[in-house]
């Protein structure tokens, strides 16, 4: 019990409080010294047993050395706890470089997108583009198209009948039926094209569906000839495929025109050289054209000596097929998007 006891306590109190580095070890300090077994609390319990007459002394002395370790305590408190505030705001920092996360967005199914483009480039040279039912009467799908009830070009588009009731209604085979439903409600010149889902009761394989798509094509006026179809066909083969696409034009029959061809480009999976797409003929069809049969003119109350129009019908599955090189047509309705989103034109 003496000054130089407390001396020493206090050094050593300064020197253990200069090592302490964290809020933990503080507090572990601050009860070393002035917890109820501390180092100061004990030399102050302690002087009531010393000698009357150094007690005073020992008691002011005592008393300074508390004060001063009480603010060094608390000076070294502050510092600590500002870096520890400094520390959690580094940690916690939010980063404002980082990149945003991208919002999902929707884009057009290729078939969509196709039509929309068929739609521009017909629209450049003329035609309006106009939708058609889906599900259709005998009369439209086949009748006004020059195919009756007891013909066998019938059989030819594997039908997907939905009822019987007094005449037939189908699932639409082709487009053309928006023909007669045009022409019937408007007078020429008529110039459209009808972009839509057809139906046929058919095996599928990589090139057939049983629902696919068409566009089909309708111009009737006066002077209207096989040349004006040929030049259509060949700008609209132009702007999709570029100038250096072959084009073949071969006879073909479908009641509703005369005369009629189908009319297919050099397949682009292979180049014309055979593939499973092309089934190994090098040209994949793209669909079938004619010149408006008199008698579908006739049916609608046109006077087929006064109009002539051609007609044409195309596959807008094929032409994404032979564009990007799809190696299967039933990926189109499987809805997969690892295949869809190959088609968008924004990231997604
Ligand atoms: N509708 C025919 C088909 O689907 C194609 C076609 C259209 C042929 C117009 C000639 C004229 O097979």
Redesign the pocket.
């Known amino acids: 019990m003496s000054l130089d006891a407390l001396t020493t306590l206090r050094a050593e109190a300064e020197a253990n409080l200069r090592a302490v580095d964290d809020l933990d070890s503080l507090t572990e300090w601050e009860r070393s010294v002035f917890g109820p077994k501390g180092s100061l609390t004990l030399f102050l319990r302690s002087l009531g047993a010393a000698p009357a007459e150094e007690r005073p002394a020992l008691g002011r002395a005592a008393n300074e050395v508390k004060n001063a370790l009480t603010v060094e305590f608390e000076t070294r408190k502050t510092a600590l706890e500002r870096v520890a505030l400094a520390s959690r705001l580094t940690e916690d920092a939010v980063d404002m470089t980082l990149p945003g996360r991208a919002p999902v967005v929707g884009v057009d199914h290729p078939i969509s997108q196709t039509i929309r483009e068929l739609s521009d480039i017909f629209s450049l040279l003329g035609f309006q583009t106009v939708f058609g039912p889906e599900v259709e009467t005998g009369r439209y799908n086949f009748d006004l ?1 020059n195919i009756p009830s007891d013909h066998p070009a019938r059989d ?2 594997d039908t997907m009948i939905v009822d019987t009731p007094n005449s037939e209604i189908v699932l639409r ?4 039926p928006m ?1 007669a439903r045009v022409m019937e409600q408007t007078q020429p010149p008529v110039r459209v094209v009808v972009p839509g889902r ?1 139906y046929r009761f058919e095996q599928q394989d990589a090139s057939h569906e049983w629902a696919f798509h ?1 566009l ?3 111009a009737v006026d006066q002077h209207i000839t096989m040349t004006d179809l040929k030049g259509t066909l060949r700008e609209m083969a132009r702007q999709l495929f570029g100038a250096d696409r072959r084009i073949r034009f071969r006879c ?1 029959f ?1 009641p ?2 005369e005369p ?1 061809v ?1 009319f297919s480009i050099d397949c682009m999976i292979c180049n014309g050289s055979g593939c499973r797409v092309c089934k190994q003929t090098g040209w994949l069809e793209m ?4 010149m408006v049969h008199p008698s579908v003119l006739e049916g609608v109350g046109y006077d087929s000596e006064k109009y002539t129009g051609f ?3 195309l596959g807008i599955e094929r032409i994404i097929i032979q564009r990007y090189g799809v190696n299967d047509i039933r990926a189109f309705a499987g809805n997969d998007l690892r295949f869809l989103k190959q088609f968008a034109t924004v990231n997604v």
């Open positions: 198209l030819v588009w085979t082709h487009t053309s023909q057809t068409q089909e094509g309708l073909d479908f509703f025109v009629g189908d669909g079938g054209a004619g007609a044409f019908g």
